[in-house]
């Protein structure tokens, strides 16, 4: 297999997870074998890496994604587990099981990564090169599946390349991928939930919890495109109300501003002075969060483009400020 320039493909080995580690570290983004599907890995806690990430896929959504780590220890460094969460944690890890808990304070896992989010998706692959890189990194990593938006995951590093050729930096071949279906998405954010089927049957967590899981309603998780604003029940909902495209702000707002912003009295955060949409994209849910904690009523948010990262984040931004109930 011979990559073009900008993604390396190299055989797993001990000199490869070093390498990849130290890619990871310096931001970049590693394509690895995980015994479901391959992963499209990068810096947990690096919002302008995740960004990148999100780009890499192409038409990104910045759907939440899972933190991958080497143990328990680890996962409970990034979410907090109840008797449930513990159970399942216990009987199949490693392994094809993602549980969405609630993050930790400091859980490494950036905003961004997050969507948002209160809540954290976290798993313990059982592939040993996926082991050997967490355990080498030291941090958690995000993945979300190593494919173009749309597309089906992959099972080897051949649909990796196909796919994401110089949109990546390397790609860890470890062969083929002995389950081809993507983990389980338990939550355990109340009732145990089943959000995705995958590489856990049912039946099997349902025998460890002693009873039936709870259906997600439909599109709940697993789903690749984006749901009318309102639908997606995890989505990042602000206490204030959100005024979008706004030229200037007004008294009592607070502003979010991209690039050069307007002379303004009121709390103001910039997503980036610069117009950068990569770092617009790291800064958006915690600039959100910020202005929101303050307590402003409203927050006017200065027009973003829509090229590149600037279609999620314009996408992100109609559902913060989509009407909801009280
Ligand atoms: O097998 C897998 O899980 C693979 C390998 C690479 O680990 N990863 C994977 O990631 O399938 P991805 O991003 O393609 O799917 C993750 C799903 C998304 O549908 C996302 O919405 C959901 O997990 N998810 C992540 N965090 C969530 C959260 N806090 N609440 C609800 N759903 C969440
Ligand atoms: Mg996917």
Redesign the pocket.
């Known amino acids: 297999m011979t990559a073009e320039p900008g993604t390396r493909v190299l055989k797993a080995d001990a000199d490869t997870i070093k390498t990849a580690a130290a890619c990871l570290a310096a931001g970049g983004l590693v394509a690895f074998p ?1 015994e ?4 499209l890995g990068a810096d947990a806690g690096n919002g302008e890496a995740v960004a990148r990430l999100y780009a890499a896929k192409g038409r990104p959504a910045f ?4 933190a ?1 780590v080497a143990d328990l220890a680890a996962a409970r460094r990034v979410a907090r587990f109840d008797a449930a969460a513990e159970r399942l944690a216990q009987a199949f890890w490693p392994g ?1 099981l ?1 549980l ?1 808990l609630p993050k930790q304070p400091d859980c490494g896992v950036s905003a961004l990564a ?2 948002g ?1 209160d ?3 976290v ?1 313990v ?1 059982a592939h040993p090169v996926a082991q050997a890189l967490l355990a080498a990194f030291g941090r958690p990593v995000v ?4 494919n173009r938006s749309g597309h089906v ?1 992959p099972t080897d590093a051949a649909h990796v390349l196909a796919d994401l050729r110089g949109r990546i930096d390397l790609i860890v071949d470890g062969g083929p991928c002995a389950v081809g279906v ?2 389980t ?1 338990v ?1 355990c954010l109340g009732e145990p939930t089943l ?2 089927p ?2 856990v049957p049912r039946e099997a967590i349902e025998q460890v919890l002693g009873r039936p899981l709870a259906l997600a309603p439909e599109g ?5 495109a984006p749901i009318a604003p309102g639908m997606l029940t ?1 989505h990042y909902a602000p206490k204030a109300r959100l005024r979008l495209n706004a030229s200037a702000p007004r008294d009592g707002e607070a502003l979010l501003a991209f690039g050069p912003a307007p002379e303004f009295s009121g709390l103001t955060l910039n997503l980036s002075p610069r117009g950068n949409l990569i770092e617009a994209a790291a800064n958006l849910f915690s600039h959100l969060r910020a202005l929101d904690a303050s307590g402003a009523k409203a927050i006017a948010v200065m027009k973003v483009p829509r090229s590149g990262l600037g279609e999620a984040i314009n996408d992100r931004l109609r559902r913060a400020a989509a009407p909801r109930p009280e």
């Open positions: 995980t479901t599907v391959y992963g759907n939440p994604l899972i991958h094809p993602t969405v997050l969507a989010l809540s954290v998706a798993r692959p993945a979300p599946s190593a995951s993507e983990s998405i939550s959000l995705r995958g590489g709940a998780a697993g789903a690749e995890s």
